[in-house]
């Protein structure tokens, strides 16, 4: 069965900082395209960064841009978010995804299609 598996997910002060880890289970990802997700109570679930396959173009949201970096460790076959300066609307379950085929672009549009994880919470508080 192939799962994607969230990690890092805790309580964290605004202004701190948490590294977020996705690892795959029950196949290799290294060719698909990744990302990162997240839902806040009340909300869609949004866009926050995406990596292609060989991690060498990356994408970020605006409202994370410049404090979040997305990376991936293909012989680990996991996905990694990096994420500093923290804000208090930072706070949401955090999704990991992959893309439903090899050597496709992640749409920035959360797709039921795609490979999913169940969530990680990262609570920042003021």
């Known amino acids: 069965q192939v799962q994607l598996v969230e990690s890092g997910g805790t309580l964290v002060q605004a202004g701190g900082s948490l590294r977020l880890s996705c690892a795959a289970h029950?196949?290799?990802?290294?060719?698909?395209?990744m990302g990162w997700f997240r839902q806040a109570p009340g909300n869609e679930r949004e866009f926050v960064a995406r990596?292609?396959?060989?991690?060498?173009?990356?994408r970020y949201a605006d409202s994370v841009k410049g404090r979040f970096t997305i990376s991936r460790d293909n012989t680990k076959d996991t996905v990694y978010l990096q994420m500093n300066s923290l804000k208090p609307e930072d706070t949401a379950v955090y999704y990991c995804?992959?893309?439903?085929?090899?050597?496709?672009?992640?749409?920035?549009?959360?797709?039921?299609?795609?490979?999913w994880g169940q969530g990680t919470q990262v609570t920042v508080s003021s």
């Open positions: 995804a992959a893309a439903q085929s090899p050597y496709t672009i992640l749409s920035v549009t959360p797709t039921p299609s795609n490979y």
């Open positions: 029950g196949r290799t990802f290294y060719n698909y395209a």
């Open positions: 990596i292609n396959w060989s991690g060498t173009s990356t």
